[in-house]
C-alpha cells in the first residue's frame, strides 16, 4: 500500500505520536490485525504512547477499584499476568479508563499487547 505513510499522518497526535486507541483506528483503516501494528509503526519511526490500560505513556488514571480487581484477578494467571485482550474484555463491562486505573496501582501485570508493542512488562505497583 503505497498510501500508507499518508493515512499514518492522520493519526499522529501534535508530538507526531500515535495513542493506544488510534493506533486501533489505523489497524481497522489500513484492515490489518491490530497486532501489525507495533511492526509498521516502527518501520515509519514512529511511536505508539498512552496505552489505555497503564503499561506505557501518560494518561492520567484514577483510582483502584476493588470490583475491577477482581474480576482481572479471575482471568489473570497465579502470577497475576492477565493479557491485554482479556482486560479489554473487563473494560466492556467497566470502561477502558477505569481499567487501566485498575492495572496502573495494582499488583495486576498486563502481557501480550493487542497491537504488537509489548509481551510482557515489569509493574512495580502494589494493591492497597
Request: net charge positive; hydrophobic share 35%.
Amino acid at each position: 500500500m503505497d498510501n500508507i505513510p499518508k493515512i499514518l499522518k492522520k493519526y499522529l497526535n501534535k508530538d507526531g505520536i500515535i495513542n493506544c486507541l488510534d493506533a486501533f483506528k489505523l489497524a481497522r483503516e489500513l484492515k490489518i490485525d491490530p497486532s501489525e501494528i507495533a511492526e509498521l509503526t516502527k518501520k515509519y519511526s514512529i511511536k505508539i504512547d498512552n496505552c489505555e490500560l497503564g503499561v506505557f505513556g501518560s494518561n492520567d488514571f484514577g483510582e483502584l477499584r476493588d470490583d475491577i480487581y477482581k474480576k482481572l484477578s479471575s482471568k489473570a494467571n497465579p502470577e497475576k499476568k492477565v493479557e491485554c485482550s482479556a482486560a479489554w474484555e473487563v473494560a466492556q463491562e467497566f470502561s477502558l479508563k477505569k481499567v487501566g486505573s485498575t492495572t496502573k496501582k495494582s499488583d495486576i501485570e498486563v502481557i501480550y499487547c493487542q497491537l504488537g508493542c509489548f509481551r510482557t512488562r515489569i509493574h512495580h505497583g502494589s494493591k492497597s
